[in-house]
């Protein structure tokens, strides 16, 4: 079945450090991909999704890879802000529904 | 910007209750979802709809029922409220044609 997973449960970063989230999953089928920034008592916020035919895209700030072969997706957040410390979650779209990673606790060190 | 609106932050219920959730949303999206949030699970699918009236079990359905009568509103409603059914959830919504879902604030029930 899938399974999407983050590799770290927990990230410590200084802040103006750049900050890299990982995440695997297991469904060659899935053909998009999505990651959400949680703050502590949010909802889940839309950061970046990228679609399986491409390797890379870039927002503000924030930079997502694809690699197809190794089934692997990272963020990449620039210049890491007190702002960003959340939970970060990657999710992956195989069919009708996206199914979500239990997510990398970001904590930003001043 | 898309806003979807959960009825209550945090709610305390006892074991047997009946529990209402609800939602709102104002894009006028078609699908609408239900997940709930516990610790080293992530988000799990509960129901969704992709249009008034219509509902889909998602991956736990068990224990949980829900309401489609109008397009902006999804309800979640726990028939008989259980302690296992303690947790965060969390309602989002969709356009068709879209992938990416918005959330809620999210409702933190705890049933007693």
């Known amino acids: 079945g899938e399974s999407v997973g983050l590799h770290l449960p927990t990230l410590s970063v200084q802040e103006g450090d750049n900050s890299i989230i990982n995440c695997a999953y297991s469904n060659s089928a899935s053909d998009y991909f999505i990651w959400y920034k949680q703050e502590s008592g949010k909802g889940p916020q839309f950061i970046i999704d990228i679609r399986s035919n491409m390797d890379k895209r870039q927002g503000q700030r924030v930079t997502v890879l694809l690699n197809k072969t190794v089934k692997h997706l990272s963020l990449q957040i620039a210049a890491t802000q007190p702002g960003d410390s959340a939970v970060y979650f990657c999710?992956?779209?195989?069919?009708?529904?996206?199914?979500f990673g239990a997510g990398t606790t970001v904590t930003v060190r001043a | 910007d898309v806003k979807v609106t959960q009825s209550s932050r945090y709610l305390v219920k006892r074991t047997g209750e009946k529990v209402f959730l609800e939602c709102v949303q104002d894009m006028d999206h078609e699908n609408m979802f239900w997940y709930r949030q516990d610790p080293g699970l992530g988000l799990r699918l509960i129901y969704f709809s992709y249009d008034v009236k219509m509902k889909e079990k998602g991956d736990i359905p068990e224990g949980y029922s829900v309401s489609r009568e109008k397009k902006e509103r999804f309800s979640l409603i726990l028939e008989s409220a259980s302690t296992n059914q303690t947790s965060m959830y969390l309602c989002a919504s969709r356009e068709s044609g879209q992938e990416t879902q918005y959330f809620g604030p999210g409702t933190r029930l705890l049933v007693l």
């Open positions: 999710a992956e779209k195989g069919g009708y529904k996206l199914s």
